[in-house]
Every structure is written in structure tokens, then in C-alpha cells.
């Protein structure tokens, strides 16, 4: 059974920084691509961020460019989200997902789920 369980959310001040974490189990994780996504009250879920199974392969989505970055560590089966310069419109829902090609940046393309996880940023 596959499991992806997020860490690290929370309350942070604009202009801060957060790192998310992410830990798999039941797959065998250097063979899959992993993803961040968030969803804010009444939207969609957007796209964020995703990792080559190898880590050699990095994607963002342009509101997080340079802000945000995203790595792995295949001997720990765990993924992370650094954010920094964080913004209020960066409160949502984070969500970690798991997907066998690399280059996904919809929900359709993405075969595991995480729970998800709270960051609200205040102004």
C-alpha cells in the first residue's frame, strides 16, 4: 500500500521560510517522479513543483520560480518543498504526489496522493 505523508506546515510571517517534507512508502521511490501541489479555498489544485526520480530534473511553476525549490533524498524515500520569500497568496493546501513520468504538471498525471497539509501565511 502506497503512502505519502507530509510534514512541516504550518503559521509562518510573509517573507518567510518553510520546508515541507514528504515521506513515501510502499513504492519503489527512485523509479518515481514526485510532485508539490497546493490548492487554496475555492480554487483548484495547481501545480508547484515536481522532481526527475534521479533528482536531476527540476520543474516549477512560475509563481513559485526562485522562490521555491524542491529535492529528494532516494536513500530516505522523502521528498521536500523549501519555500522561502513566502507571500500570503501562497496559503493553501500542500499536497505531495507520486507519478511514474517525470514532466506531469496536471492532476491526471499523477498516480499517488499525500493527505495534504495547511501553510497559511499571514501579511
Known amino acids: 500500500q502506497v503512502q505519502l505523508v507530509e510534514s512541516g506546515g504550518g503559521l509562518v510571517q510573509a517573507g518567510g521560510s518553510l520546508r515541507l517534507s514528504c515521506a513515501a512508502s510502499g513504492l519503489t521511490f527512485r523509479t518515481y517522479a514526485m510532485g508539490w501541489f497546493r490548492q487554496a479555498p475555492g480554487a483548484e489544485r495547481e501545480f508547484v513543483a515536481s522532481?526527475?526520480?534521479?533528482?536531476?530534473?527540476?520543474e516549477f511553476a512560475d509563481s513559485v520560480k526562485g522562490r521555491f525549490t524542491i529535492s529528494r533524498d532516494n536513500a530516505e524515500n522523502t521528498v521536500y518543498l523549501q519555500m522561502n520569500s513566502l507571500k500570503p497568496e501562497d496559503t493553501a493546501v500542500y499536497y505531495c504526489?507520486?507519478?511514474?513520468?517525470?514532466?506531469?504538471?496536471?492532476?491526471?498525471?499523477?498516480?499517488?496522493w499525500g493527505q495534504g497539509i495547511q501553510l497559511t501565511v499571514s501579511s
Open positions: 504526489a507520486a507519478a511514474k513520468w517525470h514532466g506531469m504538471t496536471t492532476y491526471e498525471g499523477y498516480d499517488y
Open positions: 522532481i526527475s526520480g534521479a533528482g536531476l530534473v527540476r
